[in-house]
C-alpha cells in the first residue's frame, strides 16, 4: 500500500479524499493557492504545499508545481480527484515518468473516452447501445446533411473534443442544420483545439443516468448499479440520487444498463472507479453517451447504498489489489439522495454568489452525510467552482430519503451568504420529484 498520497484537488472532494486516506492511514499532502491558505483541505492533510496564485492555470492546473510539490514530499501516488487534473492522459504520464502512481485509468483509455466521436464508435462495437446517429467524426456539412436526412430530425451536433454539453448544437430542421455545424465546430475550436464534430438524432426528454464502475488491473469488474442526475441546469447536476425511480419504471433498465456499463469496461480494459453515462427516452430506451474517466461528484449516493468507500476502492486498485468483492454479493440497501449547495443567487438566475461565511453550521444525524468545503469565517472567491457542500442522505425507500433531506437542509445554518438552499427544500416538496418522474430540462423549466 501507498505510504504518501498528494491529493491534487482543493475543497470538498480534497477533504473527501484525505478522510479516507486518514482511515487507510496513508499520509497526505495537500495543495493550495494564495486564495487557499486557510481552506479546510489544507488544515486536514499531514502536510501542504503551496504552489501558486489563485488562478487554476496558476496553481490546481499547474503541472510543473504539483508534480515538483509530490517529488519534494515524497509522495508515491497522487489523487486527482474531479475536474482539475483527473482527465488530463498527458498528467498521467508526466507523473509516471517521475515514478509516481496517478490514482485512475490507464491513459489510453482516458484518451479513448475524452474523443467523443471515438468513444461512441467504441461502445457501439462492444455492444452498447448509441443513439442512432453518424459513425465517427462527420466529413463535410454535404455528409452532415445526408446523415441528418437519414436519420430524421431534429438531430444534435456534437463536438468530439466536447462533452457536458460544450459545443452541442439542436437542428430542429434542415434548414438549421448548417449554423448548428458551424456553432460546433466554432466553440470546438476555441474550447479545445479540435473542429471535428459527429451527428446524433435528438433524443427529447431525456433522463440522465449513469452507472458506477470499478475494475482492477487482474480483469475483474463489478458495477455498482445507476445513479439519477436528471435535475439539472445548465449541464450542471444539481440533485442526484441512487437508485434511480426509473427502475420502478423499467423492469430490467439497470441489469441492461449494468452489463452494457460492463461491457464497455471489458472491452477498453478500462481499470479504476469510471462512470458510464447513458441518456434514457421516455419509453425507456437508452442509449450510452459517454464515459467519464473519474470519480464523479455524486459518488456518494452509490457509497450511501452500497456500503462502500469509493476512494478507498480506487486506492486499492491502484495499488495494484483485486477486488475482493463480485456482482452477486453486492445489494441495493435502501435510497439515497444528494443536494449540491452551491454559493448562488435564485433571484438572479442561479449565477455564482461569492462571499464571506460569517455563520457555518452543518446537519448531523443518522442517515446524514455533508461533505463539504468550507468553514466559518472563510470567504468563497470567485476563482473556483461555486460548490461549497454536498449534503447526502440516506433511508429505507426514497420517501424516508426526501424526509431526512428535508430534516437536513432545515438544520443547516449558513449565514450571510447567498446560496440554493431553498430552492432544494422547494423541489424535495414539488410534486413532480415526489413522483421520482423528471427529464433533464425539469429544473430549468420549473425554476428559472
Ligand atoms: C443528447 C441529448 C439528446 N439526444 N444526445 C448533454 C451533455 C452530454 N453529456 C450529452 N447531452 C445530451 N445528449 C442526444 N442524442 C440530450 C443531452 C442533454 C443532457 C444529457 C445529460 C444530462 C443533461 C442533459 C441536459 C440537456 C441535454
Not at 483509455?109 to 446517429?133: N, S, T, Y
Not at 447513458?278 to 455524486?298: A, C, H, K, W
Request: negative net charge; charged residues 25%; aromatic residues 6%.
Amino acid at each position: 500500500m501507498f505510504d504518501t498520497i498528494l491529493v491534487a484537488n482543493r475543497g470538498e472532494i480534497a477533504a473527501r479524499i484525505i478522510r479516507t486516506c486518514r482511515e487507510m492511514e496513508i499520509r497526505t499532502i495537500a495543495v493550495y493557492s494564495e486564495a487557499d491558505v486557510e481552506a479546510p483541505h489544507v488544515a486536514a492533510a499531514d502536510e501542504a504545499v503551496e504552489i501558486g496564485p489563485a488562478h487554476v492555470t496558476k496553481s490546481y492546473l499547474n503541472q510543473e508545481a504539483i508534480l515538483e510539490a509530490a517529488k519534494s514530499h515524497g509522495a508515491d501516488a497522487i489523487h486527482p480527484g474531479y475536474g482539475l487534473m483527473s482527465e488530463n492522459p498527458e498528467f498521467v504520464h508526466a507523473v509516471e515518468e517521475a515514478g509516481i502512481v496517478f490514482i485512475g485509468p490507464r491513459p489510453e483509455v482516458m484518451e479513448l473516452m475524452g474523443d467523443k466521436a471515438r468513444a461512441r464508435d467504441f461502445a457501439e462495437k462492444a455492444g452498447v447501445p448509441v443513439v442512432p446517429g453518424s459513425d465517427g467524426p462527420v466529413e463535410d456539412e454535404e455528409q452532415a446533411h445526408a446523415i441528418a436526412e437519414s436519420l430524421g430530425y431534429p438531430v444534435l451536433v456534437k463536438a468530439s473534443a466536447g462533452g457536458g454539453g460544450i459545443g452541442m448544437n439542436l437542428a430542429k430542421n434542415e434548414k438549421k442544420l448548417a449554423k448548428a455545424i458551424q456553432t460546433s465546430i466554432r466553440r470546438a475550436n476555441s474550447a479545445f483545439g479540435d473542429p471535428s464534430f459527429y451527428i446524433e438524432k435528438y433524443i427529447q426528454n431525456p433522463r440522465h443516468i449513469e452507472i458506477q464502475v470499478l475494475a482492477d488491473d487482474h480483469g475483474n469488474a463489478i458495477h455498482l448499479f445507476e445513479r439519477e442526475c436528471s435535475v439539472q441546469r445548465r449541464h450542471q447536476k444539481v440533485i442526484e440520487e441512487a437508485p434511480s425511480p426509473a427502475s420502478k419504471t423499467f423492469e430490467g433498465l439497470r441489469q441492461e444498463m449494468g452489463r452494457a456499463a460492463l461491457n464497455l469496461v471489458e472491452a477498453s480494459e478500462y481499470t479504476n472507479a469510471g462512470t458510464v453515462e447513458f441518456i434514457v427516452s421516455p419509453n425507456g430506451d437508452f442509449y450510452f453517451i459517454e464515459m467519464n474517466t473519474r470519480l464523479q461528484v455524486e459518488h456518494p449516493t452509490t457509497e450511501m447504498i452500497t456500503g462502500l468507500d469509493l476512494v478507498e476502492w480506487q486506492i486499492r486498485i491502484a495499488a495494484g489489489e483485486s477486488l475482493t468483492l463480485s456482482q452477486q454479493d453486492l445489494a441495493i440497501d435502501g435510497h439515497s439522495i444528494q443536494c449540491r449547495l452551491y454559493a448562488e443567487n435564485p433571484d438572479k438566475r442561479f449565477m455564482p454568489a461569492p462571499g464571506a461565511i460569517t455563520d457555518w453550521v452543518e446537519p448531523s444525524g443518522e442517515g446524514i452525510r455533508v461533505d463539504s468545503g468550507v468553514s466559518a469565517g472563510l470567504k468563497v472567491t470567485p476563482y473556483y467552482d461555486p460548490l461549497i457542500a454536498k449534503v447526502i442522505t440516506h433511508g429505507a425507500d426514497r420517501s424516508a430519503a426526501i424526509e431526512r433531506m428535508k430534516q437536513a437542509l432545515a438544520e443547516f445554518e449558513i449565514g450571510e451568504l447567498t446560496t440554493n438552499l431553498s430552492m432544494h427544500l422547494t423541489v424535495m416538496d414539488h410534486e413532480d420529484f415526489r413522483s421520482g418522474d423528471v427529464h433533464t430540462g425539469w429544473l430549468e423549466e420549473e425554476f428559472s
